[in-house]
């Protein structure tokens, strides 16, 4: 019995007071205690991210793995929503591994609530892996806590630098203390770039589809869908329903339209367009107010380059669009832009028909 004993300590041992390196993080619902812990080894297996790359995990998937592991932990109710409110990255086993920590906080929708938030926090490796995290009933997980049994078993030989600075007796080694502010910086920039990422994930889309091009002498005009894919009716001003687009031809070569080097000043908009929950509309709209035609970035303009019957298109970007019309004022909100696909261009030497506007609604709900 005794050796059996002595096996079982081991293993709560190893479970409650971690080895050094063991990175953690905890958030609390519903009175239990949802605890990550994510030992050395495991770490150690994860994809290193060298200096000067892209991380092996980006952000964006990082952000959607958290976001399907915490749909399964803890769900939106009646009374509370649960929505991202950090997104951060940080280094692990004094910077060679990597790792993200996305923090969520559930929002009671009564009223105004008072005193600490439920919260869940998760931590995604570099693999894809999210470690589930072990549940506790919230007085048994305080007890262990206060005993000390999620404190290392021995502090580690050199601390892991906070993050307000280097860590004391660095302040004056040149090297270290230079190293210390780039991987400072990295980490802001990346913890800026997912909770971009995670902005456009949660934002309202459209969808754009471009049908074709016609390329004139003196203008781009492009027929296109835009497509509505959420619950509410949105509102479009027709003076902005431009994509935000960028062509490529086969060879990889991008190609643009004339940019406007100027400033282009529109009053309040007094035409809109709606796109019905899940309906589309088309139109036909001129690309650039600059008058030229569709040209190769970055290349000279002599000799001509061929023109292509076909370009490869991708829109992104944000646009404004409207949730509600008054006789008051409208109630204005951002959008992600979203497509992608081949196009057909027509090309012309001649100018473009006089009877073409800046945007035409082709088909749709025209308010």
């Known amino acids: 019995m005794g050796p059996l004993i002595g096996v079982w300590i081991a293993v709560l041992g190893n479970h409650l007071w971690p080895e050094p ?15 990550v812990q994510v030992r050395p080894a495991v770490l150690r297996g994860t994809p290193a991210w060298p200096d000067g790359r892209d991380p092996p995990l980006s952000p964006l998937k990082a952000m959607l793995l958290a976001d399907a ?30 790792y993200y920590e996305f923090t969520y906080y559930a929002h009671f929708q009564g009223a ?5 938030r439920p919260s869940l926090s998760l931590i995604v490796l570099m693999d894809g892996t999210v470690p589930d995290p072990v549940v506790w009933k919230r007085a048994d997980w305080m007890r262990a806590m206060e005993a000390g049994a999620f404190r290392p078993r021995s502090p580690p030989p050199r601390a892991v630098a906070p993050k307000a600075g280097p860590p004391p007796g660095l302040a004056d080694a040149g090297g270290e203390a230079r190293l210390w502010e780039a991987a400072r910086h990295l980490l802001d920039r990346w913890a800026a770039r997912a909770e971009l990422y995670y902005r456009i994930a949660v934002a309202p889309k459209l969808v754009y589809g471009l049908d074709k091009l016609a390329v004139y002498r003196d203008g781009v005009w492009a027929e296109f869908s835009v497509t509505n894919p959420g619950p509410d009716r949105t509102y479009l001003a027709t003076h902005w329903v431009v994509p935000p687009v960028s ?5 990889g070569r991008e190609w643009a339209a004339p940019k406007f080097d100027g400033c282009v000043l529109f ?13 589309t509309v088309r139109f036909r709209s001129r690309l650039s107010i600059a008058r030229g035609p569709l040209e190769p970035v970055g290349l000279a303009k002599r000799p001509a380059p061929a023109r292509p019957a076909e370009l490869a298109y991708v829109v992104a970007g944000w646009r404004t669009a409207y949730a509600r019309l008054t006789d008051r004022g409208q109630a204005r909100s951002s959008v992600f832009a979203v497509g992608s696909g081949q196009v057909a261009v027509k090309w012309s030497d001649k100018a473009a028909p006089k009877a073409w506007g800046l945007t035409t609604l082709v088909s749709g709900d025209g308010d």
């Open 112 to 116: 105004a609530a008072s005193g600490p």
């Open 21 to 35: 390196g063991t990175e953690q993080a905890v958030g609390w619902a519903n009175n239990l205690v949802y605890h």
């Open 247 to 251: 062509f490529r031809d086969r060879s």
């Open 69 to 98: 592991k915490r749909e399964k932990l803890v769900q939106d109710s009646a009374e509370d929503k649960w929505e991202m409110d950090r997104a951060a990255l940080y280094p692990a086993l004094g910077g060679d591994r990597w």
């Open 267 to 279: 009053g309040p908009p007094d035409a809109f367009v709606a796109v019905p929950a899940g309906g």
